[in-house]
């Protein structure tokens, strides 16, 4: 049964600064991309950034590129997504998500078949 649970989420001030961590089961990280998402209130589901676990090859939202950055632990399950020089327009709710996936990643939502439950990030002062 393939899991994914995200956490360290919370409270950060402008230009902090914030590590994400999406744990899986179920699954070879081998054979899969792994992507981070977000949604801010009334708005849709945004692609911030993915890892090809086939290829190690990521991608980068425009909107995160130079501040974020994925990576992964295999020995431990999880990806990571280390968020830099936050912004108050990065709050939203963060999901991690799977899919199967040979080659390289993409971060369009509707491709991923297994998603966690989300880990709140608020940026403000």
């Known amino acids: 049964q393939v899991q994914l649970v995200e956490s360290g989420g919370g409270l950060v001030q402008p230009g902090g600064s914030l590590r994400l961590s999406c744990t899986f089961s179920g699954f070879t990280v081998d054979y899969y991309a792994i992507g981070w998402f977000r949604q801010a209130p009334g708005k849709e589901r945004e692609g911030v950034s993915c890892f090809s676990g086939s290829d190690g090859s990521t991608v980068y939202a425009d909107s995160v590129e130079g501040r974020f950055t994925i990576s992964s632990d295999n020995s431990k399950n999880t990806v990571y997504l280390h968020m830099n020089s936050l912004e108050p327009e990065d709050t939203a709710v963060y999901y991690c998500?799977?899919?199967?996936?040979?080659?390289?990643?993409?971060?369009?939502?509707?491709?991923?078949?297994?998603w966690g439950q989300g880990t709140q990030v608020t940026v403000s002062s």
């Open positions: 998500a799977a899919v199967y996936l040979w080659g390289p990643c993409t971060v369009a939502a509707g491709l991923y078949d297994f």
